[in-house]
């Protein structure tokens, strides 16, 4: 079975631009949660989605935002991108047999220049 | 705020020695993870720990929770060089809720294993 899908797997963008990354979870997973890596943050939560609504949100500016399609398939949208949202972006999906497990994607990295 | 603390932060070993990661968590939880990230790559999940006093062992790890003293250790056994990675533990919210996808995690484990 297919595992998570992120793409694309890496970006470049200038200050003041916006991207958006998608996810496609693994099949028959509702649930989708996106974090964010930094060297000086670490890990961080981002958000969580399941069946097309947001169940909760980290602690992250507007500018970053996100949805979940009806085929589970989720985009996250960085607006305005500062240097500072320069980052490994990565999604999980769980599904409903064993929602404990978390199975992350290769996830996306995006330089902002 | 739910706040993880790993330590140490680095840790150089040798071949053939023993050592543990400790995570420490701040507030109630019953869902505890241990990930094995290696450089540029994504997650690697190796343990879900789900009640008190669990233990689970895959090859050379064992990890175990207490939900007590909020606290798991992840114990390495006769370290090899393929165990270099860094190593991180993350704590869900309480499973009576439904965020299961929210994870708090610690800062990470630097492991390098000298020959």
């Known amino acids: 079975k297919a595992g998570v899908t992120q793409t694309p797997r890496y970006l470049i963008k200038t200050r003041g631009q916006q991207v958006t990354l998608s996810c496609s979870p693994i099949s028959g997973h509702r649930s989708v949660s996106w974090y964010q890596q930094t060297p000086g ?15 909760n949100k980290g ?3 507007g500018r970053f935002s996100g949805r979940q399609f009806s085929n589970s398939r989720s985009e996250m949208n960085v607006s305005t991108l500062e240097l500072g949202d320069s980052a490994l972006y990565l999604c999980a999906s769980s599904g409903n047999q064993n929602r404990n497990i978390q199975y992350f994607g290769a996830g996306t990295r995006l330089s902002v220049l | ?59 050379r790890l064992m990890a175990s929770l207490d939900t007590k003293a909020r606290l798991s250790t992840l114990h390495i ?36 294993v000298h020959p």
Request: aromatic share 16%; hydrophobic share 35%; proline share 3%.
């Open chain 1, 59 to 61: 602690n992250f500016p």
């Open chain 2, 1 to 59: 705020e739910l706040k993880v603390e790993q330590n140490p932060l680095f840790l150089s070993m040798q071949e053939g020695k023993n050592y543990t990661i400790y995570c420490n968590y701040s507030t109630t939880s019953d869902r505890l993870y241990w990930y094995r990230q290696d450089p540029g790559k994504s997650l690697e999940s190796l343990f879900v720990l789900l009640s008190n006093g669990a233990v689970k062992q895959e090859g």
């Open chain 1, 41 to 55: 943050q670490g890990l961080q939560f981002l958000f969580e989605y399941f069946s097309e609504t947001q169940r």
């Open chain 2, 77 to 112: 056994t006769a370290a090899v060089h393929d165990l270099s990675a860094t190593y991180f533990c993350a704590v869900g919210a309480n499973a009576g809720g439904t965020s299961y996808g929210k994870l708090t995690f610690g800062q990470g484990t630097i492991l390098t």
